[in-house]
C-alpha cells in the first residue's frame, strides 16, 4: 500500500502537540512506533525510534538480529552510529554481533583509529571464537588499511577473501570494492578489469548499496584510463539509481558522485559536475583518500573556473592540512601540487616555489615507495616541469615530462600523457624544436580526441593556445582529429562558434560526441527568464520555487541556455549574455 506524507506544516503542528504532552508520552509513542517499523523489517526507523524513546536495549536487540541476515546493508551504519554514541560499554560487550557491526561501521567511515581500538577489544573477547564474527575481521583490517592509504595491505587481505562465498551481498561487493579501489591506486588497471568480468552483478543485486559503489567504480577505472564519456556515463546511471534508492546524503551516492563530477569537469559539463558536488562537504573530509582528493580537487577547480583563485587556494590549503593531520601523503601531495599548479596560472612564482620545496620533502620520502605511494614522485616531476616552464628553462622542463611520461605509460594514464605531451610541446617550442613541437602537439591531440579529453587541454590555453592553433593552421591532423582540435580552441574563446557536429562514424565520434550544436536559435522567453534569475545567483532549486515549475524543467531549460550560448558554465553563460545586451 502507499505511504502518504504530512504537509510539513501540519507535521510541525503534530510534533508541537505531541510534545505539550511531556517527555514520558512521546518517548512511548517513539517505543510504540520502534516496535511496529522493527514488526514491518523497516530497521533503520525501528532503531531510531528506539532511541529517541529512549528503548536502547531493543535498538541493539533489532540491530544485532539484522546482523545475522543476508539482507543487512550500510544503509543501516548511520542508526548504528548513533546507537552506538549512546550505549554504555557494557551493553556493547553483551551484544557481540552489534560491537562488531559497531567496529566496521567505524571502519566504513573515516573513524579507523576507533575502528582499530574496537577490533584489538573484541579480539579479546568470545565473540573471536565466534566464526560468523571471525571470518569477517579481515573486511575491517582492509576498510583500516583503506583509510590509511595501505592499498598493499588491503590487495593482500581482500584477494584470498574474495573468492570465498559471503552470505551477505553487502559485505562480498564491500570486499570487491576495497579490492578494486587498491588496484587502481597501485595502477592495476588490468586485475581491475579482471575483477569486474569476473564479478558481475547479478540482476537482484542491481539496488544493493555496495554493488553500486562496486559499479561505480568501474566509471572510475574508465576515468584513470582517460575515457571520460565512458566514466561519465557509468557514473551518471549509477549515481541516479543510489539517489533515488538510498537518497542524496546516503553512503553509496557520496561514493558514486566524485567520479561523476571529475568526469563532467573533464568534459567540461561545468553545471553538472557542479551539482553532482553540491552538499557533499562530508565526502571531502571523511572517506577513503581517492574520493576525498579527487572530489577536492574538482572543487578546487570549480573554483577556480568562477575567477577565484584566492578560494581555491583557501580550500586546497585547509584540505593539504586535514591531509597532513591524518597522515596521508599521497593526498597532501595532490593539494600541493593543485596549489602550486593555480599559483603559476596567477603568476605567483614565488609562493608556488615554497610549496614545491615542501613537495619535494615528500617526494625524497616516498622516492623508492611501492604500491599507490609511487604516483608522488611523479607529482612532484610534474610540478618541476611546471616550474621550469615558468622560469623559461625549458631543457629541466624536458627531464622532468620525461619521469612523468615513464609513470604515465607504466600505469596506463591516458590522461598524465596527454598533459605531458603538452607541456613538452611547450618546452620543445622554447628551444626551437620546431618538428618536436609539432609531435607532441599531435600525440597530444590524437590521444585526446581519443580519450574525450577537454579540460586537459582548456586548463593549459595560456600557455598552449597558440601552438595548437598553429597546429590547425597547418592542415596536418586527419579530419576527426582536426574537428577535435576546432571544437576545443572554439571553447578556449567563450562565444566563439564551435564547429557543426560531423556525421558519426566510428573514428569521428571521439571527436563530435563531446561538442553539442553551438547556434540553435535564440532563447525563449522562458530561457531568458531562468537566465535572469541564474545572473541573481539563484540555484536551480530555487528558480523552481520562484517560478513554481519542477527541478527537472529548471534544468532541462539551463542546458539549453548553454548549448545555444555555446559555452559550458553558468558564468560564462552570464558573462556572454551581458555583452549581447540579453541581460541589463
Known amino acids: 500500500s502507499p505511504w502518504y506524507r504530512f504537509h510539513p506544516l501540519f507535521g510541525e503542528f503534530l510534533a508541537q502537540r505531541l510534545a505539550q504532552q511531556g517527555k514520558e508520552a512521546v518517548e512511548a509513542v517513539h517505543r510504540r512506533a520502534s516496535r511496529w517499523f522493527a514488526a514491518q523489517d523497516l530497521l533503520v526507523e525501528a532503531v531510531r525510534h528506539a532511541s529517541l524513546g529512549g528503548d536502547l536495549d531493543f535498538a541493539a536487540d533489532a540491530m544485532e538480529q539484522a546482523a545475522t541476515r543476508s539482507t543487512w546493508s550500510m544503509s543501516y551504519i548511520g542508526p548504528l552510529l548513533y546507537m552506538i554514541d549512546r550505549l554504555p560499554q557494557e551493553t556493547l560487550f553483551s551484544h557481540p554481533r552489534l560491537f562488531f557491526l559497531g567496529c566496521m561501521a567505524h571502519a566504513f567511515t573515516g573513524r579507523a583509529d576507533k575502528a582499530e581500538r574496537w577490533l584489538e577489544q573484541i579480539r579479546r573477547t568470545e565473540a573471536a571464537k565466534i566464526p560468523a564474527i571471525s571470518s569477517k575481521f579481515p573486511i575491517i583490517d582492509s576498510s583500516v588499511a583503506v583509510e590509511r592509504d595501505d592499498l598493499q595491505r588491503v590487495i593482500e587481505v581482500l584477494e584470498p577473501l574474495c573468492n570465498a562465498p559471503m552470505e551477505n551481498a553487502s559485505l562480498r561487493y564491500a570486499c570487491l570494492v576495497g579490492l578494486a579501489v587498491a588496484y587502481l591506486a597501485v595502477g592495476r588497471l588490468d586485475d581491475t578489469r579482471e575483477l569486474f568480468d569476473a564479478n558481475p552483478i547479478a540482476p537482484e543485486d542491481r539496488d544493493n548499496d555496495m554493488a553500486m559503489v562496486f559499479e561505480s567504480r568501474r566509471a572510475q577505472t574508465c576515468l584513470f584510463a582517460g575515457d571520460v564519456r565512458e566514466a561519465e556515463r557509468l557514473g551518471a546511471s549509477t549515481l541516479a539509481r543510489a539517489e533515488a534508492r538510498y537518497g542524496r546524503a546516503s553512503l553509496p551516492a557520496n561514493l558514486c558522485a566524485d567520479t561523476l563530477a571529475f568526469a563532467s569537469y573533464e568534459l567540461d559539463h561545468i553545471d553538472d559536475a557542479r551539482e553532482a558536488l553540491a552538499n557533499r562537504a562530508g565526502m571531502m573530509q571523511s572517506s577513503w583518500p581517492d574520493v576525498m582528493t579527487q572530489s577536492s580537487i574538482c572543487r578546487a577547480r570549480l573554483d577556480f573556473l568562477q575567477d577565484a583563485p584566492e578560494t581555491a587556494l583557501a580550500f586546497l590549503e585547509a584540505q593539504a592540512a586535514h591531509f597532513h593531520l591524518l597522515g596521508l601523503d599521497r593526498a597532501l601531495a595532490y593539494m600541493l601540487a593543485e596549489q602550486i599548479r593555480i599559483l603559476l596560472t596567477t603568476g605567483e612564482q614565488r609562493r608556488a616555489r615554497e610549496l614545491a620545496t615542501r613537495l619535494e620533502g615528500l617526494r625524497h620520502t616516498h622516492e623508492n615507495g611501492t604500491g599507490a605511494f609511487v604516483q608522488i614522485p611523479a607529482i612532484a616531476a610534474l610540478v618541476r616541469a611546471r616550474l621550469a616552464l615558468a622560469d623559461s628553462n625549458p631543457r629541466d622542463a624536458l627531464a622532468a615530462l620525461a619521469e612523468v611520461r615513464r609513470f604515465g605509460e607504466k600505469y596506463g594514464r591516458g590522461q598524465t600523457l596527454v598533459v605531458a605531451d603538452l607541456l613538452a610541446a611547450v618546452a620543445h617550442d622554447g628551444l626551437q624544436q620546431h618538428d618536436q613541437t609539432t609531435r607532441c602537439l599531435t600525440d597530444a591531440v590524437t590521444l585526446a580526441a581519443k580519450l574525450g579529453l577537454v579540460r586537459t587541454l582548456l586548463d593549459t590555453k595560456e600557455q598552449t593556445a597558440g601552438l595548437l592553433a598553429g597546429l590547425q593552421d597547418a592542415d596536418s591532423l586527419p579530419e576527426p582529429e ?33 561538442a553539442p550544436d553551438a547556434e540553435r536559435g535564440p532563447l525563449t522567453p522562458r530561457e531568458l527568464e531562468i537566465l535572469t534569475l541564474i545572473a541573481e545567483a539563484m540555484s536551480n532549486k530555487r528558480i523552481a520555487l520562484t517560478l513554481n515549475i519542477t527541478f527537472g524543467t529548471v534544468k532541462w531549460n539551463v542546458k539549453n541556455i548553454l548549448a545555444k550560448l555555446g559555452v559550458s558554465s553558468r558564468y560564462d553563460a552570464i558573462a556572454l549574455a551581458r555583452q549581447r545586451g540579453l541581460l541589463k
Open 482 to 514: 582536426a574537428r577535435y582540435l576546432a571544437d576545443i580552441l572554439a571553447r578556449m574563446t567563450p562565444g566563439a562558434a564551435r564547429p557543426e557536429p560531423a556525421p558519426v562514424s566510428a573514428v569521428a565520434s571521439a571527436a563530435t560526441r563531446i
